[in-house]
């Protein structure tokens, strides 16, 4: 059972398939808050790859390249392909730290690549120390094949989820305590959940104690690509060169996971990758990549797309704009319903919080909240212990996965459902009544979007 | 791979293991390839690769199609509306249509005599990953599974690396055509158990690999009430099952069940289409397992390994053309069955005998009256010789687990026709022990070249850019590296 599908944050996805919203077919169905995915910038793809036939057939210069790339299956992957990764990495990385190809070994999604981390680094039984809130996948992703331990650094809203030494220390000390093994700290770098980016001073914290203790550090870079506001993103390949530590131990320690599926918005694909230093880890993940290569095909369509650096450049801008603009639609949508974020500059997603919605300050109370976003609001967003929260009452709440008007719906049932709790109060609902009443109210809303248009939904 | 103290703790043990099999004798062959491929003009005297089981006979077949169903392409204007919903496409229960597909193709390569349900299609990341998968799905590390040798080489890696699982290998002989048989199947099992090994279960390959020949009727009956008797698992990898090319045909373990009194639960079959449709690079490979909780556990461990939707597209419309995947089929087989005519009947002029098969991308090559002494050293031996005096790399018995040295695996499809006479030519020469001159023999290749660039030939390695001289390390090369100088892999940007 420790793939964790059965923890809430996926049993709120089957209850979404059950009875998912659409604009036209389904207006009252529930709306997919809970999926961290970037649908905002795919035309920007669409006529990239309008304007460009040859890739389109797997031409290359007139010629097909059908029968080589059907053919290649070196666990090496298309040179060409990690040439261009390692540019446009470096290039979200603001140039400010340069990537060497040979270190680069690609994985089936991050899911493959985290998983073929931990299986280098790792025996059964030894432990990752993983600060709080953390992606839901990690327990099936870190631990399920691999027989290794997650053993939480527990984080706190009083000081917005920063990463200390103390929590790490604390952390350490409690796997000791359990007799765990610590063979590395991981870390997601924008933060997901709290789509957030790491101060220097967290970094240099996790580096300072990476050393101490003599372990890894890794660092899930997959939302790299989202940042759109500022600060900037800071890698922790950067923050270890400022440390001037590239001769240092802990540098073949420190290693990066990255992938297309967050910024690029191409999860389908399953593109993933492992960036280390250390070339034991290249070898033996290049080996166990066996189990999980990129298709041929698509790493030839994406070396071409990358190639093409006006189209990346103009992309990056683009998207990191429309990202901006709509996490602020969600935010000030949330305001109005007296709801506020955690103040975030990255991601696909806001970490809100509802602690003030709570009749109580348990994971119960947090889990009945839940219950009620989704099926009287119909709204599946994903509940902080989910994310092994420590505090009860915070959710996920992801923007990017929906159309403009969709997430305008989305504001509108949650004020709806906070002007109801607080009509109510704190008592308990009849839900049978609040759905008749819901249904009527939401239908009213949608006739009168219907009859007045919208003069700002010029957005796809 | 050196490994230093300090790496040994600071990394896990499979890390810095050798169960990954790759330092293996086995590659050894390829590395002698890697710094002298065979090259028709440029390199007539290079070793020629026999030991890759690739099959690109049909690709014209497939490029046609592909040119004729642009909107089967998410990039071609056609197909272009469905780009957005196929990027985001992450479900690991694969796009309906491509398991409808893969199952109806799978039935029809069974001859029809079985329908597989889409829904026990789950995907993983190749063969390789779908025989990892079936092992964490049904054993525990320090058990162990009883494989038939000889047995392909990858399996050390696929079932063993990360899974922690052991191989117990059943010897097959010569002497009955290296068929299964039930007595050794019991007397391994017993061994084992006597041994305090867990058994969970049986791995078979049908069609075989290194053999190239099909399990019969008996055999595949005999195994399933093996297993349901002991309460132990069979997986069937049926990779090569579209390689058969003459009778007898090819029957899946899923047609003997049918009419079988056995327990599905135990039943599972990997599949892939990098062998029938010689799609390697494409990773599609298919755990298809009897039992639902199997079936659940590995398509939750697909997240691993799924197949890029942009390939589920294009294979779910290209496997769904009827006419497309019969005349598909039906060449095939037409162009195997002529490849494998033309060597094992050249091979027989010389005396040599090979295993008589109908199936695979390769023939078993009897070179025992070669040896000195019936040894795996002398089989080394001779195999040395093959490699670096006749310029031909052929894969070993001892790598593939063979208790009889002598035996060596032959691929044939993975190369044109002119190159496949030249590689007869060697084989004869070396065999009938040719002392021709060494005048002759370079007027001879000299003409060769000259009756190759005269004919307008089109070669697997056409191109003169391809052959640098910045030749890549052996030890960078991938052993799965089809063609380590391919135009993908030579090119810079």
Not at chain 1, 86 to 110: H, Q, W
Request: proline share 4%; net charge neutral.
């Amino acid at each position: 059972n420790s793939h964790g599908q059965d923890s809430s944050y996926f049993l709120g996805w089957q209850l979404y398939e059950n009875n998912p919203f659409h604009e036209v077919e389904n207006p009252t169905g529930i709306i997919q808050m809970g999926l961290a995915e970037n649908q905002l910038s795919f035309d920007l793809v669409e006529s990239w790859l309008r304007k460009n036939p040859d890739v389109m057939e797997l031409k290359k210069g007139g010629e097909s390249v059908f029968r080589e790339l059907a053919l290649f299956q070196d666990y090496h992957g298309l040179p060409t392909f990690k040439n261009e990764l390692v540019e446009y990495m470096a290039k979200i990385r603001g140039n400010k730290v340069k990537f060497d190809p040979n270190n680069l070994v690609l994985a089936a999604g991050a899911t493959s690549a985290n998983e073929t981390l931990i299986f280098c680094l790792a025996d059964p039984g030894e432990a990752i120390l993983l600060p709080t809130p953390y992606y839901p996948g990690f327990d099936r992703d870190l631990k399920w094949r691999t027989g290794v331990e997650i053993v939480p650094v527990h984080c706190w809203s009083s000081n917005g989820f920063r990463i200390t030494m103390f929590a790490l220390e604390e952390a350490y000390e409690r796997a000791q305590k359990l007799n765990l093994k610590v063979k590395g700290v991981l870390i997601t770098n924008p933060s997901n959940p709290l789509g957030t980016t790491m101060t220097k001073e967290e970094l240099d914290h996790l580096i300072t104690f990476a050393m101490a203790k003599n372990i890894h550090v890794i660092s899930d870079e997959v939302f790299s690509g989202t940042v759109f506001d500022s600060p900037g993103f800071i890698s922790i390949l950067e923050a270890a060169m400022d440390r001037n530590l590239e001769n240092a131990d802990v540098w073949s320690r420190i290693h990066i996971v990255y992938s297309l599926s967050k910024d690029l918005g191409l999860p389908g694909f399953r593109v993933g990758m492992i960036y280390s230093n250390n070339k034991t880890v290249v070898g033996a993940s290049t080996k166990m990549s066996s189990f999980g290569l990129v298709s041929s095909q698509t790493q030839y369509l994406l070396t071409n797309v990358l190639a093409s650096k006006r189209f990346t450049s103009k992309y990056m801008k683009e998207n990191q704009k429309r990202l901006k603009k709509r996490k602020e639609m969600l935010v000030s949508g949330l305001k109005k319903s007296g709801i506020e974020c955690l103040k975030s500059n990255a991601g696909l997603f806001c970490w809100v919080d509802m602690r003030h919605l709570l009749s109580s300050n348990t994971l119960e109370a947090e889990t009945k909240l839940w219950n009620q976003m989704v099926c009287d609001a119909g709204l599946n967003i994903s509940p902080g212990s989910s994310f092994h929260c420590s505090e009860p009452g915070w959710f996920r709440v992801c923007f990017a996965n929906m159309s403009r008007g969709t997430l305008q719906v989305a504001m509108r049932r949650i004020k709806d459902f906070v002007e109801r709790s607080n009509l109510m109060g704190r008592i308990k609902m009849n839900y049978q009544q609040n759905m008749s009443s819901l249904s009527r109210k939401l239908l009213s809303n949608w006739v009168r979007k219907l009859s007045s248009p919208d003069p700002d939904e010029h957005e796809r | 791979m050196e490994f230093t103290r300090k790496n040994r703790q600071l990394l896990s043990r499979i890390a810095t293991n050798d169960r990954h099999g790759e330092n293996s004798p086995y590659f050894d062959g390829w590395k002698a390839y890697d710094s002298n491929p065979f090259h028709p003009i440029h390199n007539p005297d290079g070793v020629i690769q026999m030991g890759l089981a690739e099959n690109p006979l049909c690709f014209d077949l497939i490029e046609k199609w592909i040119r004729e169903n642009p909107d089967a392409s998410i990039c071609t204007a056609e197909g272009l509306d469905k780009f957005k919903d196929i990027a985001i496409f992450q479900d690991y229960h694969g796009l309906r249509e491509f398991r409808e597909a893969v199952a109806k193709f799978m039935g029809r390569v069974g001859g029809n005599r079985v329908t597989f349900d889409p829904n026990r299609i789950v995907m993983s990341g190749g063969a390789t990953g779908a025989n990892e998968t079936a092992i964490f799905c049904l054993a525990d590390p320090g058990d162990a599974f009883l494989v038939p040798s000889p047995y392909y080489a990858g399996f050390a890696r696929d079932l063993r690396w990360r899974t922690g699982v052991e191989i117990v290998p059943v010897h097959c002989k010569s002497s009955n055509n290296f068929r299964i048989t039930r007595a050794a199947l019991e007397e391994a099992y017993e061994k084992a158990q006597r041994s305090n090994i867990n058994i969970k279960g049986v791995i078979i390959t049908n069609p075989s690999n290194p053999l190239g020949t099909v399990l019969d009727k008996e055999t595949l009956r005999s195994l399933v009430s093996f297993v349901t008797d002991k309460k132990i698992h069979l997986v069937s990898d049926e990779i090569y099952a579209a390689t058969v090319f003459s009778s007898p045909r090819f029957i899946s373990v899923a047609e003997v069940m049918q009419d079988m009194d056995c327990n599905r639960d135990l039943i599972h079959i990997v599949y892939s289409l990098s062998k029938d449709m010689g799609f390697p690079g494409f990773r599609v490979g298919i755990v298809y397992s009897f039992n639902d909780d199997v079936t659940n556990c590995a398509r939750k461990m697909s997240s691993f390994g799924l197949v890029s939707s942009q390939t589920q597209f294009l294979l779910a419309s290209m496997l769904s053309d009827d006419e497309f995947v019969g005349n598909f089929l039906r060449e095939s087989s037409k162009r195997l069955a002529k490849r494998h005519h033309v060597f094992t009947k050249g091979l027989e002029e010389v005396g040599i005998s090979t295993i008589k098969s109908n199936a695979g991308l390769f023939f078993w090559m009897d070179m025992r009256p070669l040896l000195k002494e019936q040894t795996t050293k002398a089989e080394t031996e001779l195999w040395r010789v093959i490699i670096n005096k006749v310029k031909l790399n052929v894969s070993p018995g001892s790598s593939f687990l063979c208790s009889e040295p002598g035996w060596f695996r032959v691929c044939f499809a993975n190369m044109d026709d002119k190159t496949v006479e030249v590689a007869l030519d060697r084989i004869r020469e070396f065999v009938l022990q040719g002392k021709e001159e060494n005048n002759h023999e370079a007027d001879k290749s000299q003409a060769r070249a000259q009756r190759w660039r005269k004919q307008n030939l089109r070669l697997s390695f056409s191109s003169s850019r391809l052959y640098d001289e910045s030749l890549m390390s052996p030890h960078m090369i991938s052993p799965h590296s089809p063609i380590p100088h391919s135009p993908l892999v030579r090119a810079r940007t």
